[in-house]
């Protein structure tokens, strides 16, 4: 006769908390499932997208993300802990799928920047079968790596763990170096480029890779550093399951947030799985535009876009560094299940939601060239002389 063991739910259905916590998770892997899949769907059925290698790469990163949120309603449906000490584990299957973002992501990052500061040698060298092998790479990589973590000995599968997490922090890093060099270029390079639908295209990709990577980096960077210091000072924080986890919960809302990111910033992206899923399925007509697209092109039109991108990325912004401590507080007064820390200082919540001091200015001078021009002529241009010249290089090159 079977033996079967059946692992239960991951709460206990004791307090009206618990119910609203299991019905987050199911809306959060649904809508998961939903966005991701959307996405993909649309880029393969779409032969104009699929073309083009930017959303080669995107389609990738939805299948990831799809899979991540089918995934949501076993790891945070039921009693299980990924991580040590783990407990109904899944054999790291579904954490893998953050290394193969990962990769994807470097790759992306590599090819706009190709893309914009060597055009030529992108044309020839760069074909969508070589995006196409990158991709595939990807999880060969990662889950071939995986395959042999589990078929060593204890001691070698400990080594490939540790090489595992060297090459994960020098991926980040370089992943870090990358986004700046991307932001300088679309910056300067993009400026010297004519006016044109190739240009408008560039700098699209460019804003989506820089975006995407950005909330990446922030949505999974309590989690990593927790994983770091855990490894070097050999402390672990028990939780009772990846439920009430707020840095699980945070890390997993980014397969959520990223093809949403890729429906915001792409028009193209938007029309292909309105018509190619949803106008399938739903029986309503196709929206209608906007008020700014109705609106005819005028400084006025483009003053009101600037100042909806920036309201609009300052609050997700807020949102999103101040989620953790959100979360934590409500578990800890609902489920007595939060994480508490020794101080302020070593608290992770707090040092990621104060950081939003530092993003809202950031957001607020890449979003107004007019508010970047008034602070280098009013504060840089008098403290460094240099800022001042490369201000004017760069008029002078607009004219």
Same mark, same amino acid.
């Given at each position: ?162 090489? =595992? ?5 020098? %991926? *980040? &890093?370089?992943? #870090? !170096?990358?986004?700046?060099? $991307? ?119 483009? =003053? ?5 991108? %920036? *309201? &609009?990325?300052? #609050? !997700?912004?807020?949102?999103? $560094? ?78």
């Amino acid at each position: 006769m079977l033996n079967i063991t059946l692992i239960p739910l991951c709460v206990d259905f004791d307090s009206p908390g618990d119910y609203f916590l299991f019905m987050f998770h199911i809306l959060a892997g649904a809508c998961t499932v939903i966005v991701a899949g959307s996405v993909a769907c649309g880029i393969i059925k779409t032969q104009a997208l699929l073309r083009q290698n930017r959303f080669i790469f995107m389609l990738n990163t939805s299948i990831c993300d799809t899979m991540t949120g089918c995934g949501i309603f076993y790891q945070f449906l039921f009693d299980v802990r990924v991580g040590f000490p783990s407990k109904n584990g899944t054999y790291y299957i579904l954490p893998s799928l953050l290394g193969v973002n990962i990769m994807t992501f470097l790759f992306a990052q590599f090819d706009r920047y190709f893309a914009v500061c060597h055009p030529f040698f992108y044309g020839r060298f760069i074909t969508t079968r070589v995006v196409i092998c990158v991709n595939v790479y990807s999880w060969v990589h990662v889950y071939s790596q995986l395959l042999l973590q589990h078929m060593v000995p204890l001691s070698k599968a400990i080594q490939i763990g540790t090489y =595992s997490r060297i090459s994960l922090m020098v %991926i *980040i &890093i370089t992943k #870090v !170096i990358m986004t700046i060099k $991307l932001l300088v270029v679309a910056r300067h390079q993009l400026l010297r480029e004519p006016l044109g639908p190739e240009r408008d295209s560039k700098k699209e990709s460019l804003l989506i890779i820089v975006v995407v990577v950005v909330f990446f980096l922030l949505l999974w960077g309590p989690a990593m550093l927790y994983t770091a210091l855990a490894s070097l000072t050999g402390k672990y924080l028990v939780i009772k399951n990846d439920a009430v986890n707020p840095m699980k919960i945070l890390s997993r809302s980014n397969a959520l947030c990223t093809p949403s990111l890729y429906l915001c910033a792409s028009p193209s992206l938007r029309t292909a799985v309105w018509e190619t899923v949803w106008s399938k399925i739903c029986c309503c007509k196709k929206p209608k535009r906007v008020q700014l697209e109705r609106d005819p092109p005028s400084a006025e039109r483009e =003053s009101k876009k600037e100042s909806l991108r %920036i *309201i &609009i990325f300052v #609050v !997700i912004s807020f949102l999103v $560094l101040w989620c953790p401590s959100f979360v934590n507080l409500v578990l800890r007064l609902a489920f007595g299940q939060g994480i508490t820390f020794r101080n302020e200082a070593t608290n992770l919540f707090a040092i990621l939601a104060r950081f939003n001091a530092v993003c809202t200015p950031a957001v607020y001078l890449w979003g107004s060239p007019a508010l970047r021009e008034a602070m280098v002529r009013t504060v840089w241009g008098r403290v460094c002389p240099r800022c001042k010249k490369s201000k004017r290089i760069h008029v002078s090159s607009l004219r």
